[in-house]
């Protein structure tokens, strides 16, 4: 559980690692708040920020250049927005990776 939304448990076991495989998926039981199975998440603070908007022209042609163009500049003014909002959040040490 990474932030404490929710709190969860999935059986384990040679069975269960041979069901999952076959359908597809782990089955897990999941609870939030006041321990309603796939209920009410735990309230957690959210922060919001919001940068500046990115100018795109209306294009008749639209190529991959030109998305790639517009996709780097998002993913930079992103990056840039984290930073200037990780200290005061409580992410100081942690650096944003976009995979």
């Known amino acids: 559980n990474l932030d404490g939304t929710f709190g969860y448990w999935f059986p ?5 690692e041979k069901l999952s495989r076959m359908i597809g998926f782990l089955p ?18 959210l922060t919001i920020v919001v940068g500046s908007p990115i100018d795109v022209p209306k294009m008749d042609e639209v190529t ?12 930079d003014e992103l990056i840039k927005l984290f930073e200037r909002h990780k200290h005061s959040e409580g992410y100081g040490n942690k650096r944003l990776k976009i995979a």
């Open 64 to 75: 991959k250049e030109k998305i790639d163009e517009y996709h780097q500049l998002f993913v």
């Open 28 to 45: 897990m039981i999941y609870w939030g708040r006041f321990g309603i199975p796939f209920g009410i998440p735990h309230p957690k603070k």
């Open 12 to 16: 384990k076991g040679a069975l269960i």
